[in-house]
């Protein structure tokens, strides 16, 4: 009856016909407890030696009983909490992380040091003032903090740009909490990181890379790419039949999904389409969705509307930059489940929103995604949404690893040693038979950029002097890795890859044939995905041509 009592700071004392019916656990603290009704009825105040109560008195009836309570207010409650409070502002200033909170009715009332050099802004022109003035949001509505005391639903680790002395942008990572009581907001709070290092690190990575994939390329084109097919080396049969099926896709104006490991070449393949496609005047943008900390990525594909937290500005993301070219989102397997969520929304609407905008964008650029890993794979782990594969696989090109087309092993081999060469002033016209054994053997994880990878690492190692690489040339890890992983599909007959590999063209060219190549009521009668089912027909080099039986 009286559990509410229990919640207030104060000692509570409540009497029913001059007994003592509830104390609270503030009242079963105070020393000397003994007597205590009769010592507060003496007077209105309660001399405890190290606190002195003032006593309040009220009463109330219920069910025709009247209850006295009796509320012991410490005098010097006020001064406590003045204490405590600069002891707490005391923290807050010291602390690196920048703190800024505001009060339910969107005033600030807590601006730390910290906050004003990530910001730029000074903390007296900040407090007492309400958001929307300091940051000159376009509604307040359009402030995060209003956001986020409505919702009540913090906003953790978001990454955007904000404005420093009007100017230049400074990017903060962040989190934003409402503080709750009584399922009532009475403030939000953001703790804020300076991450402009960060930035320049990647800027600087990203300019590196930059730098590394334009070496020895003789042209570069003016919508931002370096490849066309020309540039896609190879000469077995089915890099032969990929590249006709990508220069087919080029003429395609639609969304399209690449598939294959890492290293095999999908964005060489993304520019080269986009090079022969109509929009080859206009730009080409790529975006590794694995190389882009988490937060970061919405604002860079979305942009951001001035207002949406606290200083940020009105800022373009690839989406707008990109305009009628192509955008290409490389390793999309590896964006997290809410990301494909918003993705999703922009493949089915042809619509995207700045973060923190109200208005809808048309999308006017093609989509080129690519996935580095077996889509049924990630389908049946739950790590690539079904409906967002549906969407995105319309067109879908398979690129095949370079083991399952060992003559390019050999093409690639002699293509690298004359680049490099050339960049080394080296004069190599060949490699011996145990190097020739171990590359051949080798499966190639990393595929043609592993190769090229050991091609060059054996180049610099040989001797001015020397015309023919072997085995000694290569550094020792490489060396070793290569022995190791010597024979294990080749050399072995009858190994587990190969049987099942064999197995499952079996069944599929037997399902095939017994629905007349329909892939629709076959990949039914398999029990898999229609666009599993061609990705497994071009991964195992099933044709009609060779494999229809008549």
Same mark, same amino acid.
């Given at each position: 009856?009286?559990?509410?009592?229990?919640?207030?700071?104060?000692?509570?004392?409540?009497?029913?016909?001059?007994?003592?019916?509830?104390?609270?656990?503030?009242?079963?603290?105070?020393?000397?407890?003994?007597?205590?009704?009769?010592?507060?009825?003496?007077?209105?105040?309660?001399?405890?030696?190290?606190?002195?109560?003032?006593?309040?008195?009220?009463?109330?009836? @219920?069910?025709?009983?009247?209850?006295?309570?009796?509320?012991?207010?410490?005098?010097?409650?006020?001064?406590?909490?003045?204490?405590?409070?600069?002891?707490?502002?005391?923290?807050?200033?010291?602390?690196?992380?920048?703190?800024?909170?505001?009060?339910?009715?969107?005033?600030?009332?807590?601006?730390?040091?910290?906050?004003?050099?990530?910001?730029?802004?000074?903390?007296?022109?900040?407090?007492?003032?309400?958001?929307?003035?300091?940051?000159?949001?376009?509604?307040?509505?359009?402030?995060?903090?209003?956001?986020?005391?409505?919702?009540?639903?913090?906003?953790?680790?978001?990454?955007?740009?904000?404005?420093?002395?009007?100017?230049?942008?400074?990017?903060?990572?962040?989190?934003?909490?409402?503080?709750?009581?009584?399922?009532?907001?009475?403030?939000?709070?953001?703790?804020?990181?300076?991450?402009?290092?960060?930035?320049?690190?990647?800027?600087?990575?990203?300019?590196?890379?930059?730098?590394?994939?334009?070496?020895?390329?003789?042209?570069?084109?003016?919508?931002?790419?370096?490849?066309?097919?020309?540039?896609?080396?190879?000469?077995?049969?089915?890099?032969?039949?990929?590249?006709?099926?990508?220069?087919?896709?080029?003429?395609?104006?639609?969304?399209?999904?690449?598939?294959?490991?890492?290293?095999?070449?999908?964005?060489?393949?993304?520019?080269?389409?986009?090079?022969?496609?109509?929009?080859?005047?206009?730009?080409?943008?790529?975006?590794?969705?694995?190389?882009?900390?988490?937060?970061?990525?919405?604002?860079?594909?979305?942009?951001?509307?001035?207002?949406?937290?606290?200083?940020?500005?009105?800022?373009?993301?690839?989406?707008?930059?990109?305009?009628?070219?192509?955008?290409?989102?490389?390793?999309?397997?590896?964006?997290?489940?809410?990301?494909?969520?918003?993705?999703?929304?922009?493949?089915?609407?042809?619509?995207?929103?700045?973060?923190?905008?109200?208005?809808?964008?048309?999308?006017?650029?093609?989509?080129?995604?690519?996935?580095?890993?077996?889509?049924?794979?990630?389908?049946?782990?739950?790590?690539?949404?079904?409906?967002?594969?549906?969407?995105?696989?319309?067109?879908?090109?398979?690129?095949?690893?370079?083991?399952?087309?060992?003559?390019?092993?050999?093409?690639?081999?002699?293509?690298?040693?004359?680049?490099?060469?050339?960049?080394?002033?080296?004069?190599?016209?060949?490699?011996?038979?145990?190097?020739?054994?171990?590359?051949?053997?080798?499966?190639?994880?990393?595929?043609?950029?592993?190769?090229?990878?050991?091609?060059?690492?054996?180049?610099?190692?040989?001797?001015?002097?020397?015309?023919?690489?072997?085995?000694?040339?290569?550094?020792?890890?490489?060396?070793?890795?290569?022995?190791?992983?010597?024979?294990?599909?080749?050399?072995?007959?009858?190994?587990?890859?190969?049987?099942?590999?064999?197995?499952?063209?079996?069944?599929?060219?037997?399902?095939?044939?017994?629905?007349?190549?329909?892939?629709?009521?076959?990949?039914?009668?398999?029990?898999?995905?229609?666009?599993?089912?061609?990705?497994?027909?071009?991964?195992?080099? @099933?044709?009609?041509?060779?494999?229809?039986?008549?």
């Amino acid at each position: 009856m009286f559990e509410l009592f229990d919640k207030l700071s104060c000692p509570i004392i409540i009497t029913e016909s001059d007994k003592v019916i509830y104390t609270n656990y503030q009242a079963d603290q105070i020393s000397n407890s003994v007597n205590l009704l009769e010592r507060i009825r003496a007077g209105e105040a309660l001399d405890e030696g190290s606190r002195i109560y003032k006593v309040h008195r009220s009463s109330f009836v @219920i069910s025709d009983k009247k209850y006295h309570v009796f509320e012991l207010q410490y005098t010097d409650y006020l001064r406590d909490l003045e204490e405590k409070t600069y002891c707490y502002e005391a923290i807050f200033d010291k602390l690196d992380d920048g703190l800024m909170m505001s009060d339910k009715s969107g005033r600030i009332i807590l601006y730390n040091p910290a906050q004003e050099k990530l910001e730029g802004l000074v903390r007296e022109n900040c407090i007492g003032k309400y958001l929307w003035d300091v940051y000159q949001y376009e509604a307040p509505e359009m402030s995060e903090h209003r956001q986020v005391s409505k919702s009540q639903k913090p906003i953790i680790n978001e990454y955007k740009s904000h404005v420093k002395n009007g100017q230049s942008e400074k990017y903060l990572s962040y989190s934003t909490y409402p503080v709750i009581l009584d399922d009532q907001t009475l403030s939000v709070f953001s703790v804020s990181k300076n991450e402009s290092k960060l930035l320049e690190l990647l800027s600087e990575t990203l300019e590196l890379k930059r730098k590394l994939k334009s070496k020895n390329v003789t042209k570069t084109f003016i919508n931002g790419t370096f490849y066309t097919f020309d540039n896609i080396k190879g000469n077995s049969s089915a890099m032969t039949n990929t590249i006709k099926e990508a220069e087919r896709m080029s003429l395609i104006d639609g969304n399209l999904l690449i598939i294959g490991e890492t290293g095999v070449g999908k964005e060489m393949f993304a520019q080269s389409i986009h090079n022969l496609s109509k929009r080859n005047k206009e730009k080409f943008f790529a975006v590794n969705c694995a190389a882009l900390p988490e937060n970061l990525l919405e604002s860079t594909l979305f942009g951001t509307t001035k207002g949406s937290f606290t200083g940020s500005l009105d800022q373009d993301g690839y989406l707008d930059e990109v305009g009628k070219g192509t955008l290409f989102l490389d390793e999309l397997n590896s964006l997290p489940i809410y990301m494909q969520t918003k993705l999703l929304r922009v493949f089915q609407e042809k619509k995207f929103r700045k973060v923190g905008g109200l208005k809808n964008k048309d999308v006017e650029c093609r989509i080129i995604c690519a996935i580095n890993e077996d889509p049924e794979t990630l389908l049946s782990e739950g790590r690539l949404r079904q409906d967002l594969y549906f969407r995105i696989s319309r067109l879908c090109l398979f690129i095949p690893p370079l083991r399952e087309r060992p003559e390019d092993i050999v093409f690639l081999t002699n293509f690298f040693i004359n680049k490099y060469n050339e960049i080394l002033d080296k004069s190599i016209k060949g490699y011996a038979n145990d190097l020739r054994e171990l590359l051949y053997d080798y499966v190639w994880p990393g595929n043609v950029r592993e190769l090229e990878h050991v091609i060059e690492n054996l180049v610099i190692n040989a001797e001015s002097s020397e015309f023919e690489l072997n085995s000694s040339h290569l550094p020792n890890y490489l060396k070793s890795k290569l022995l190791k992983e010597k024979n294990k599909v080749r050399k072995n007959a009858g190994s587990l890859p190969e049987t099942l590999n064999e197995a499952e063209r079996k069944i599929i060219v037997e399902a095939l044939n017994r629905y007349n190549w329909n892939f629709t009521r076959t990949s039914a009668y398999l029990g898999i995905i229609r666009q599993s089912l061609i990705y497994r027909v071009k991964k195992l080099d @099933i044709t009609r041509d060779k494999d229809f039986w008549t």
